[in-house]
Antibody, heavy 120, light 111 residues
């Protein structure tokens, strides 16, 4: 059974750095063709892709947020970590990680999400 | 403003057929990138419903189907059931933006 679970702070202050961790189960990020992506959903419900890391360690970032994002993986721990710098109240939302199938370019399995609020 | 355009809401009576459109452009759907659909219930994560334009993951009823033509795609739901009431999102890849894009979502109401 494939599962993903996000963890991280529920509250960060403006200008701080957010670090969220995705723990994988039921699959390995060393498997060819597989990746893990981060997608966030704002209170207005829109889904926004943020970053993606492939099994090969190739990384892709949303052009609009690229300067603020870093995605890394620790295959031995089955974890993917996303950091976002200079957090702003507009970054409030639910942050999801999802298994990515490279063959179809689709986010196949999603974690439950973690709600992040940005406030002083 | 989402790159992929969906109607904010659609509705239908139980047993009816409804369709949800997803309109893109020549840099995403029209560029032959696949379209995928997700279903989301309140307070839960999106769940993959259709992938690769018209493929259903295991466990998704055959009442759900997808299609794609030109710069648009559609999700069709036949034999509408009360349990289908949810938000639906389309997703593709955009070569101009060099990234994966989503529609703004459509709320399906079963009357």
């Amino acid at each position: 059974q494939i599962t993903l679970k996000e963890s991280g702070p529920t509250l960060v202050k403006p200008t701080q750095t957010l670090t969220v961790t995705c723990t994988l189960s039921g699959f390995s990020l060393s498997t060819s063709g597989v990746g893990v992506g981060w997608i966030r959903q704002t209170p207005g419900k829109a889904l926004e892709w943020l970053a993606l890391i492939y099994w090969s360690d190739e990384k892709r970032y949303s052009p609009s947020l690229k300067t603020r994002l870093t995605i890394t993986k620790d295959t031995s721990k089955n974890q993917v970590v996303l950091t976002m710098t200079n957090m702003d109240p507009a970054d409030r939302g639910t942050y999801y990680c999802a298994q990515f199938w490279g063959s179809y370019s689709v986010f196949a399995y999603w974690g439950q999400g973690t709600l992040v609020t940005v406030s002083s | 403003q989402s790159v992929l355009t969906q109607p904010p809401s659609v509705s239908g009576a139980p047993g009816q057929r409804v369709t949800i459109s997803c309109t893109g452009s020549s840099s995403n759907i029209g560029a032959t990138y696949d379209v995928h659909w997700y279903q989301q219930f309140p307070g839960t994560a999106p769940k993959l419903l259709i992938y690769g334009n018209n493929n259903r993951p295991s466990g998704v009823p055959a009442r759900f189907s997808g299609s794609k033509s030109g710069t648009s795609a559609s999700l069709a739901i036949t034999g509408l059931q009360a349990e289908d009431e949810a938000d639906y999102y389309c997703q593709s890849y955009d070569s101009s933006l060099s990234g994966w894009v989503f529609g703004g979502g459509t709320k399906l109401t079963v009357l």
